[in-house]
C-alpha cells in the first residue's frame, strides 16, 4: 500500500478544495447586480431601472396591500435585468402574497438558481420556505415536501426549535392533500364572477333566506374613507349584492353600517332578521343590527360577556335564536382563536360563554363558523386537524351530548390555501364561502358550492358541460345526501285591508311539543321565509295583537325533495262572527282522544282566552263523509266537547265555552279527493261574544 507523504497530502488537500470553491463561485455567482460595471454602455436605462427598484422597494416596506404596486415597478427594472437574484426573490415574494403561484414559481425558482443564499443575509431566510409554500399551493406536492424539508435543514438551532412542528404540519398536510385531490367530492365550486369579486380581498359572504341577496366584507379600493391598515391593505367595509335577472349587480357599500374603520360580516340569523357585525373601532368586538322597514338599523354593540375577548370576529344564531357560536381571542383557549357559545337566559341575556372544547378548538385557528338549521351541525374553518393547508372547512355533528371529530369537506371545496366562511343556503343545495383559487381574481374571492348529493350518472345534453366542470361522468367517490329542506314562504296580510303585517312567527316540533323559533314578519311588506328540515310535524302559527292567530301543519317526510311552499296568510281581526280553523289539533283515529301534538295548539287558544277574559267562544267539530251522518255527527261533538274540556280543566271558565258538532254538514273542500276530505276534517272555534 502506497503511503501519501504529508507534504504532498496537504497539496492535494488545498488544490481540491480551492477547485471546490472556484467550481462554488463559478456555478452559483450570477446573479447580475445593477451596477456600471455590469451595464457599462446602457447609463439612462440602468437609472431609470434603479428608480423603478427603488419606487417598488417603497411599496414593498410598505405591506402586502400594495404589492401589486411593487410589482409594476419591479416587473419595469426585470425587463431591463432579468438576472438579479434580489429582484427575482422580491417579485416571487409578492406573487406569493399576492396568491399568483404560477409566477411565484417562477420567480422564487430562479432567485435560488441564481443565487441559493439569497434570503441568507435577511431578517427571516425564506426563499426556500416561499417557494414550498408556492409549490404547496400549486398542487406540486412532492416538490413542496422537498423544499420544507431543505428549509428545515438550513435552520440553526434555534429556528429549528421554533419552526419544527410547523415545518413537520406543512408536510403532513401535503401528505393529506394528495389523498383528498385523488378523491374529490361530487361537488362544483364557480367563483361567483368580476361582476361580485374584486382585484382585492372578497370573503365573509352571507346569504339570505332567498338567497337573492349577499351580503359580504371586502378591502377595495372604494371603502368608506379608503383608509389604509398597517399592511396596507384597505380598511375593511360591509357590501351588498342582489340577484337581478339571472345576474349579480355590482356590489355597494352605502349602508349606514359602515364607517370609517374596519366594519365586517360576521352572521346572520336564519331568517334574515339579524345581522352580526364585527367592528374593529368598538374594540375588536361583535354588534347586532335589527331588519326594520327592509333596513339594517344602526348596529348596537353585543353584552360585554360576548366581547370579552381582545377579539371576537364570526358568529352564528341557532334556529331559535337561543344560542350564539363565535369565535374569540381569549386566554382560556388552546391556542389562536377558538369557538364559544352562549345561551340565553330567562331574561333573555346571553350567559357567559363556554370554549366548544379541544374536539373543534386547536392550538392553531379556528374561524367563520356557521351552525345548520338542524343545530345539531357545526361548520368551520381551522388551520388545524387535518388541513390541506391554510384554512379548511370542517363540519361536525352533535351526537349524544357531545361534538363529533371534525370531518375535512374535501376537495375541490378545500385547497392547500385559505377556505373559509362557509355558509348554508336555506335550501341546502349550495354553499358559499370565500377561498384563494388559481381562478381567483386576487387575494380572496367569493365561491358558489352546488352539492350534487349521492353519485349517479349525470343528465347533461352536452358533453362540453361536462368537461367545463372537469368532473367525471361517474363520480368515483359519492358523497353523503345531502339535506333537502323544504323552504316555506309568504306573506302576511290584514284579511279585509290587505295591509302587510309584521307579525310574530312561532315554529314547533309537534311531535316533541318544542318551541323551534319565534321570529316576525317583515314590517314592510309582510314576507317572511322558513327554511324546514324533513323528518319532523311542524306546527306554525301567526300571531299579532288585536287578530285571531292563524295556524298551519306541515308534515315533512325523511325522504322529502327539496322544494318551495307559497303560502300567504290572511289574518283575521278578533271580532263577532270571525271564524279559525285550528290546524294543529290532532285526535287518534276515529276517536275523540286529543293526542300530545295537540298541546300547543290547544294553549294558545288559551293564552288568547286568558289575554282576552271578556271573550267568548264556540268550540265546533266537522268531518268528511265517510261513515254515517249520525255516526260523524256524534263524533264531531265529541270532538269539540273533548276541546272544551281541555280549556276548562286549564281554568277556563265554562260559561265562556259552548261546542258543536257539525258532522259532515259544512264541508270546506270536496270530499272526492283525499285532500279535500282532510280538510273537511278539521276543529274549529268562532268568536261569539268579544
Known amino acids: 500500500m502506497s503511503v501519501i507523504p504529508p507534504i504532498a497530502m496537504l497539496m492535494k488537500t488545498y488544490i481540491l478544495t480551492t477547485c471546490a470553491l472556484l467550481f462554488t463561485v463559478s456555478l452559483f455567482a450570477q446573479s447580475v447586480e445593477f451596477t456600471k460595471y455590469n451595464f457599462p454602455n446602457n447609463k439612462q436605462e440602468l437609472s431609470d431601472a434603479l428608480s423603478h427598484v427603488k419606487a417598488g422597494d417603497k411599496f414593498y416596506d410598505d405591506g402586502p396591500g400594495v404589492y401589486r404596486l411593487a410589482i409594476e415597478e419591479y416587473t419595469k427594472a426585470y425587463s431591463f435585468n432579468p438576472n438579479n437574484a434580489l429582484l427575482n426573490y422580491k417579485l416571487g415574494r409578492c406573487y406569493s402574497i399576492d396568491n399568483d403561484k404560477t409566477n411565484a414559481i417562477k420567480y422564487l425558482e430562479k432567485a435560488l438558481e441564481l443565487d441559493p443564499r439569497i434570503s441568507l443575509d435577511m431578517e427571516y431566510n425564506d426563499a426556500n420556505l416561499l417557494l414550498a409554500k408556492a409549490y404547496h399551493r400549486d398542487y406540486q406536492f412532492d416538490k ?16 429549528l426549535a421554533l419552526e419544527a412542528e410547523q415545518l413537520d404540519k406543512y408536510i403532513q398536510e401535503c401528505d393529506f392533500a394528495k389523498e383528498l385531490v385523488a378523491k374529490p367530492e361530487r361537488v362544483f365550486v364557480d367563483n361567483m364572477g368580476q361582476s361580485v369579486n374584486s382585484a382585492f380581498p372578497d370573503y365573509k359572504p352571507l346569504v339570505v333566506p332567498e338567497e337573492n341577496m349577499i351580503m359580504f366584507t371586502s378591502a377595495r379600493e372604494n371603502t368608506t374613507g379608503r383608509k389604509r391598515a398597517d399592511d396596507s391593505y384597505y380598511f375593511e367595509d360591509i357590501y351588498v349584492t342582489y340577484y337581478d335577472d339571472g345576474h349579480w349587480t355590482t356590489p355597494e357599500n352605502s349602508y349606514d353600517i359602515n364607517s370609517t374603520n374596519h366594519d365586517a360580516t360576521a352572521g346572520i340569523a336564519s331568517d334574515g332578521s339579524i345581522l352580526y357585525i364585527y367592528k374593529s373601532a368598538g374594540g375588536n368586538s361583535l354588534f347586532e343590527s335589527m331588519l326594520v322597514d327592509n333596513m339594517y338599523v344602526l348596529p348596537t354593540k353585543l353584552d360585554h360577556v360576548i366581547n370579552d375577548g381582545l377579539k371576537q370576529s364570526s358568529a352564528s344564531l341557532s334556529f331559535d335564536k337561543t344560542t350564539l357560536y363565535f369565535t374569540s381571542l381569549r386566554e382560556d383557549g388552546y391556542g389562536g382563536m377558538d369557538i364559544y357559545v352562549s345561551k340565553k ?7 357567559r360563554p363556554i370554549n366548544i372544547g379541544a374536539t373543534i378548538n386547536t392550538p392553531f385557528d379556528e374561524e367563520g363558523v356557521y351552525i345548520s338549521t338542524d343545530s345539531k351541525t357545526l361548520y368551520f374553518s381551522s388551520k388545524g386537524h387535518n388541513s390541506m393547508g391554510g384554512f379548511d372547512i370542517f363540519k361536525s355533528e352533535y351526537v349524544d351530548g357531545r361534538w363529533t371529530n371534525p370531518v375535512n369537506l374535501g376537495y375541490p371545496i378545500n385547497t392547500p390555501d385559505d377556505d373559509v366562511f362557509f355558509t348554508m343556503a336555506g335550501s341546502g343545495q349550495r354553499g358559499y364561502y370565500s377561498s384563494k383559487k388559481k381562478d381567483g381574481y386576487g387575494g380572496q374571492d367569493l365561491y358558489m358550492i352546488t352539492f350534487l348529493g349521492s353519485s349517479k350518472p349525470l343528465a347533461f345534453n352536452s358533453e362540453e358541460v361536462i368537461f367545463a ?29 290587505l295591509t302587510p303585517i309584521q307579525a310574530t312567527i312561532e315554529i314547533m316540533d309537534n311531535s316533541k311539543n318544542e318551541l323551534l323559533a319565534s321570529f316576525e314578519s317583515n314590517s314592510s311588506n ?17 300571531s299579532k295583537s288585536e287578530y285571531l292567530f292563524h295556524s298551519e301543519n306541515f308534515n315533512i317526510p325523511d325522504n322529502a325533495e327539496a322544494r318551495k311552499i307559497k303560502k300567504d296568510i290572511l289574518l283575521k281581526r278578533l271580532e263577532v262572527g270571525t271564524k279559525i280553523i285550528l290546524n294543529n289539533i290532532f285526535f287518534d283515529f276515529n276517536k275523540a282522544t286529543l293526542t300530545d301534538e295537540s298541546i300547543a295548539e290547544l294553549d294558545r287558544v288559551y293564552k288568547l282566552l286568558e289575554d282576552t277574559p271578556t271573550l267568548k267562544i264556540e268550540m265546533s267539530g266537522h268531518t268528511d263523509n265517510i261513515g254515517s251522518a249520525s255516526y260523524n255527527q256524534k263524533l264531531s261533538e265529541e270532538r269539540a266537547k273533548a276541546v272544551v274540556d281541555y280549556l276548562v280543566r286549564k281554568g277556563i271558565s265554562a260559561d265562556r265555552l259552548t261546542y258543536k258538532g257539525y258532522g259532515m254538514t259544512q264541508p270546506v273542500a270536496s270530499n272526492d279527493t283525499e285532500d279535500g276530505r282532510q280538510q273537511n276534517r278539521r276543529t274549529e272555534f268562532k268568536v261569539v261574544e268579544k
Open 526 to 542: 309582510g314576507a317572511y321565509l322558513i327554511s324546514l328540515k324533513p323528518g319532523k310535524n311542524y306546527g306554525i302559527t301567526v
Open 345 to 351: 337566559d330567562a331574561k333573555d341575556r346571553w350567559q
Open 144 to 159: 413542496a415536501i422537498e423544499k420544507y424539508k431543505e428549509h428545515k435543514n438550513g435552520l440553526n438551532p434555534e429556528q
Open 469 to 497: 366542470y372537469n368532473l367525471p361522468r361517474f363520480a368515483p367517490q359519492p358523497a353523503p345526501p345531502i339535506e333537502q329542506n323544504t323552504i316555506l314562504e309568504g306573506v302576511i296580510l290584514d284579511e279585509v285591508s
